[in-house]
């Protein structure tokens, strides 16, 4: 059997930390379709027979009747395929969910909170979801699979092995546990990381969010494409999202002034692909406006500018002066030491303080 496994699609989404730019947020929500469609059209062309949605395939705060008649009608496309739905903590089964009063192709198969079975000829699929922004139970502590002679394959939405308390509010799972019970292939979704072929033979898997939904998910992303008989299992990563996150490291220490790195940065070769965080390092000989800079920038894939450089003075030597300079360093010293503000104010504060008691 073939099958697509994808998860975390996050459709409608706000993007609010990215809309700060060029109304990015827009533009990855565009992307998001884009992404999807491009899911179905691999389907269509390729004739998988299922396709496994692991849980967020929508916002429910935010998600609109016409993404959701967007996402039906894709599915339309493939009425073939056999789509199986498991709701996660950002689209939980609930009363007012799109899951329970939207009429949903034929094709669709959603899950609610109990462990249901789904026979098919060829594999048995087992599958349960969120019925509330929280679980923390996954109640396959006793369970058993019906048909060991067949491919079994369970499909939720989970925190794999976590160790936060946190993650024990997410459906928690245990992997011995997964594989105590004997599924053939456990299609995950919640982590936001690819996490597929790290271990040979490897049954459970996460594909990862299927785009990149900001700077701390960088790298590649998209589905998982799956081939499986009860002897064998191979896996294969496909990317979807047409557009990459990056960070970018750029050293300040020889440059002498603004205009100098604005200039620095306008003359990057950048790709056109890749929305990009560009990180200021090394020591600074002048103050940093990141807000300022933004406005001098012209590549729109600049998304983000993080100023992580250090003053170019030895701060513990100036606290020694008994002056205006050294009771002031003094003071900002002892603050960051107890670490009872945010460091970046902190230090921004100290900068412009050196400045004004140098004029």
């Keep these: 059997m073939k099958f697509i496994h994808m998860a975390d699609m996050h459709f409608d989404v706000p993007f609010t930390v990215l809309n700060n730019r060029n109304k990015l947020g827009e533009k990855r929500r565009l992307e998001q379709r884009e992404a999807f469609k491009k899911v179905i059209e691999y389907i269509k062309e390729n004739n998988i027979e299922y396709l496994f949605i692991s849980g967020d395939l929508y916002e429910h705060e935010y998600v609109r009747q016409t993404t959701i008649e967007y996402i039906n009608n894709l599915f339309k496309e493939i009425p073939n395929a056999k789509i199986y739905i498991t709701p996660g903590n950002h689209d939980p089964y609930i009363n007012g969910s799109m899951y329970k009063t939207f009429k949903w192709n034929d094709n669709v198969f959603i899950f609610d909170e109990k462990i249901k079975l789904i026979e098919n000829p060829d594999c048995d699929i087992y599958g349960f979801g969120f019925n509330d922004f929280y679980r923390r139970n996954s109640e396959l502590e006793n369970f058993t699979i019906k048909n060991k002679e067949k491919i079994n394959i369970l499909i939720t939405h989970g925190a794999l092995n976590g160790g936060a308390t946190e993650d024990m509010e997410y459906n928690p799972l245990n992997k ?184």
């Design 176 to 359: 011995n546990k997964l594989k105590e019970i004997g599924f053939d292939y456990v299609a995950l979704g919640h982590i936001h990381k690819l996490d597929y072929n790290n271990e040979e033979n490897q049954r459970i898997v996460y594909p990862g969010s299927t785009i990149s939904m900001g700077f701390d998910e960088l790298g590649k992303h998209g589905v998982i494409l799956g081939e499986l008989d009860k002897e064998n299992i191979n896996l294969k990563f496909l990317p979807m999202d047409n557009k990459e996150f990056k960070e970018l490291e750029l050293n300040i220490s020889e440059i002498n002034s603004v205009e100098e790195l604005i200039e620095k940065i306008n003359n990057l070769n950048l790709e056109e692909n890749i929305y990009y965080k560009i990180i200021l390092v090394g020591d600074k000989n002048f103050e940093i406006n990141i807000y300022n800079l933004f406005k001098y920038i012209n590549n729109e894939n600049i998304i983000k500018i993080k100023n992580n450089t250090k003053l170019k003075i030895n701060l513990e030597e100036i606290s020694k002066n008994n002056n205006l300079k050294g009771l002031f360093v003094k003071e900002i010293l002892d603050e960051l030491n107890k670490n009872n503000y945010n460091k970046e104010i902190l230090e921004e504060a100290l900068e412009i303080g050196l400045n004004i008691i140098e004029k």
